[in-house]
């Protein structure tokens, strides 16, 4: 089982800044199958990024995920005040099984 | 439009059992897996199992092998997760999630099923 590691725990950054997530694999997540979700509190978790780099439907720009094999980023280019939230990082593949890190609260500075 | 209904918020005791739903539709359900996900309050998401509803295959997390049922009746798009003796421990937000066709991320979710256990 692959276990994901998020980092940091915490985030706390002011509108406008840049915020840089990570997300590390215990191992090589294969074909890139690593998923990005944000949630809000009280709301279910919104797809935003799959495939380590594709954003998911009506996802803004200013969101965009890379890297590969074990080591995972998700960028916030501009933090815009709806995008206080926890993110999640999620593996899955061919096989029916999921693995989420642990998140990453974005909070206000 | 694809929407997965969670059936409502349920309060229950100790060793009390339990069935939850998720209703599917805007798509075939029969064809795309149903996976279930624990989000104790204030924690993360916790994967515990997967259904295809076409052929019942069942995929438990080994965390939650044996202490849940998932099960589905595909005839109305359908899915459940079951308690035989809930606890304490069990109080929870649960969600039900639809795995993509090919690829197998999460494409929805549903809404959210809280269930509080308390004496």
């Known amino acids: 089982e692959i276990v994901l590691t998020q980092s940091p725990g915490t985030l706390s950054l002011s509108p406008g800044q840049r915020a840089t997530l990570s997300c590390r694999a215990s191992r090589t997540v294969s074909s890139n199958y690593l998923a990005w979700y944000q949630q809000k509190p009280g709301q279910a978790p919104r797809p935003l990024i799959y495939?380590?780099?594709s954003r998911a439907t009506g996802i803004p720009d200013r969101f965009s995920g890379s890297g590969s094999g074990t080591d995972f980023t998700l960028t916030i280019s501009r933090l815009e005040p709806e995008d206080f939230a926890v993110y999640y990082c999620?593996?899955?593949?061919?096989?029916?099984?999921?693995?989420f890190g642990q998140g990453t609260k974005v909070e206000i500075k | 439009e694809v929407q997965l209904v969670q059936s409502g918020a349920e309060v229950k005791k100790p060793g009390e059992s339990l069935t939850i739903s998720c209703k599917g539709s805007g798509y075939s359900f029969s064809t795309y897996w149903i996976g279930w996900v624990r989000q104790v309050p204030g924690k993360g998401l916790e994967w515990m199992g997967i259904i295809y509803p076409g052929d019942s295959d069942i995929r438990y997390s080994p965390s939650f092998q044996g202490q849940v049922t998932i099960s589905a009746d595909k005839s109305i798009s359908t899915a459940y997760l079951q308690w035989s003796s809930l606890n304490a421990s069990d109080t929870a937000m649960y969600y039900c999630?639809?795995?993509?066709?090919?690829?197998?991320?999460?494409?929805?979710w549903g809404q959210g099923t809280l269930v509080t256990v308390s004496s």
């Open positions: 999630a639809r795995r993509t066709f090919s690829g197998g991320r999460v494409d929805y």
């Open positions: 999620q593996q899955y593949g061919n096989s029916p099984s999921w693995t």
């Open positions: 495939g380590a780099s």
